[in-house]
């Protein structure tokens, strides 16, 4: 393995679907190498609709040959009139992750609010001023789709893809301080 | 277009996907050109299943060239342990379809059963009779996935894929009649 670990994160949905790459260190420093949105007409066939999603993910793995995916996982308790939408955008990441030869893993939402903020239950705006300031960025990632793509990236590596290590409590403990930083400057 | 439309079913699964190939003239009569069942170890990981299950759809694509594609829809409400293995694997179905750059339709299982019986609550050996009937085969096809596929592609066909028109309550029809007849021949 390289000494960084470089991440595709994919928000899944059918009308925007969030790709974020990350390079991470063992050192769980982290630096943004992509992010963006690929879209679908909702006026287009469904076939047609998954074409285009596929095609834009296969660019995103074509150009910076992420070493794995991470996908945001999906429940059949979400919005039931999006749920299959996100449900098969979700196959297609990872069928294309298989497709290339590469890993792939899955993380719920809750993961990745934890891995990124140190609580689970942190809302998005919490989520993305962490991704802004793990990646050094001067504005927070937008829209949300693209900032998730970055969290559920981050949170892959931070959980132990990048030290190899198995998920514990403690892998939370560099983004929970990093949280507590954010905090403390935005009470300044 | 052709005398016969080629309508390629799949009864979409991650363990089992079923797949099914007719040919249906203009007077509403069928051929079987193909039935099977695509499978994937569950002991493998996701994006590596779903892979699986992409190559053995395209192998039916290549070798027998339909003229669209059609898929049974996914409910969420449907059992929550397979569901989002069927939702993925029916967007790679239909995302195959889009990528071969042929039309694709979806069809709720109990428009399938209609299509094919004439009775929207058929159970499965009905549906099985009826396919076995329709296709003029000696036994019913196996397993239940792939007289399923069958079935959704015959449904395509008749509720108006095959004619060009709309779907109409007098397109179950014909149908309905054959589903008298073998009703007539079961009681002999």
Redesign the interface.
């Known amino acids: 393995m390289a000494s960084t670990l470089r991440v595709l994160g994919i928000d899944p949905g059918l009308t925007r679907c969030g790709v974020g790459v990350v390079d991470v260190g063992r050192d769980r420093s982290a630096t943004l190498v992509h992010v963006g949105v690929v879209r679908s007409d909702h006026e287009l066939?469904?076939?047609?609709?998954?074409?285009m999603i596929?095609a834009g993910i296969r660019e995103v793995l074509d150009t910076h040959r992420p070493d794995v995916?991470a996908v945001e996982r999906?429940?059949?308790?979400q919005n039931?009139n999006t749920?299959?939408g996100t449900?098969?955008?979700?196959?297609?990441a990872?069928?294309l992750?298989?497709?290339y030869g590469?890993?792939?893993a899955?993380h719920t939402p809750s993961e990745v609010k934890a891995a990124v903020t140190g609580y689970g239950s942190a809302d998005k705006r919490q989520v993305q001023t962490m991704v802004a300031r793990v990646l050094r960025l001067d504005a927070l990632p937008q829209p949300a789709d693209a900032a998730d793509a970055l969290a559920i990236a981050l949170c892959h590596a931070w959980r132990g893809g990048a030290s190899g290590t198995a998920t514990t409590t403690a892998a939370l403990t560099p983004a929970q301080r990093a949280w507590a930083d954010a905090e403390r400057l935005a009470r300044r």
């Open positions: 066939p469904i076939e047609r609709r998954l074409a596929a995916v999906v429940f059949a308790q039931r749920v299959m449900a098969q955008a979700s196959g297609i990872l069928l992750a298989g497709e590469l890993p792939a899955t």
